[in-house]
């Protein structure tokens, strides 16, 4: 059983596209992330949601939207792509307490590349 | 200059090898310290974490946190073929929370 899963896998897309990007967890987690990991796997968090409420909104442009449905799923559309878009996008949770560890459950990620 | 440096290798070591891998930090109020494994095309997945400074074992792995030289390290002991990964670490915020701030990595290859 996957814990964190994320659709599509991959994506390749033209620039101006507008893309989304599905995440799902079973594990029963409160909290959910964004993650953009760059060429370099530098890993820097984009957004996190606690029970469907934004609690964390890192400096992204406004192209980027995330909506929570509920607290088991998190998806990112991103509106007229860009080149510097290109990166892979990891989903995560965190269980109650692991807010505080550091403890988080990630996605296998969705590599996006912006043509 | 980063808040957390880490040398991205590659690291190259033979099988049953000790593998240090070493992170800088600058921000003396990082709260705490993890260590992710993330294989190729995977995501990152947790290995462990730690507050205090000290040791902290799991089987082959050991975790070292020096808060007054802002360096953490992880140990590796018999290091396997399947240890091959880029390791990154990551360190909370102040106060707590999952704003993480991570390392770059370091890729390892464990050599037959």
């Known amino acids: 059983d996957t814990a964190v899963s994320q659709t599509p896998k991959y994506l390749v897309t033209q620039m101006g596209n507008d893309k989304s990007i599905k995440c799902e967890q079973n594990?029963?987690?409160?909290?959910m992330y964004w993650y953009k990991q760059d060429s370099k796997k530098f890993l820097k968090i984009m957004f996190s949601?606690?029970?469907?409420?934004?609690?964390i909104n890192e400096t992204v442009p406004n192209r980027f939207s995330p909506k929570s449905p509920d607290k088991a799923h998190l998806n990112l559309h991103i509106n007229s792509l860009e080149l510097g878009d290109s990166a892979v996008y990891f989903c995560?949770?965190?269980?109650?307490?692991?807010?505080?560890?550091?403890?988080?459950?990630f996605g296998e990620g969705s590599r996006l590349t912006v043509l | 200059q980063k808040e957390v440096e880490q040398d991205p290798g590659p690291l190259s070591v033979p099988e049953g090898a000790i593998v240090s891998l070493n992170c800088t930090y600058s921000?003396?109020?990082?709260?705490?310290f993890m260590w992710y494994r993330q294989y190729s095309r995977k995501g990152p997945e947790l290995l462990m974490y730690?507050?205090?400074?000290g040791n902290k074992e799991d089987g082959r792995f050991t975790a070292q946190v020096d808060k007054s030289s802002k360096y953490i390290s992880l140990f590796i002991r018999d290091s396997q073929p399947s240890d091959s990964a880029t390791y990154l670490c990551a360190m909370t915020p102040p106060g707590g929370g999952n704003k993480l701030t991570f390392g770059t990595g370091t890729q390892l290859k464990v050599e037959l």
């Open positions: 594990l029963g987690h409160d909290t």
């Open positions: 921000n003396s109020a990082f709260q705490y």
């Open positions: 995560a949770s965190s269980p109650p307490g692991g807010t505080n560890t550091g403890e988080l459950f």
């Open positions: 730690t507050y205090s400074s």
């Open positions: 949601y606690n029970n469907k409420e934004l609690i």
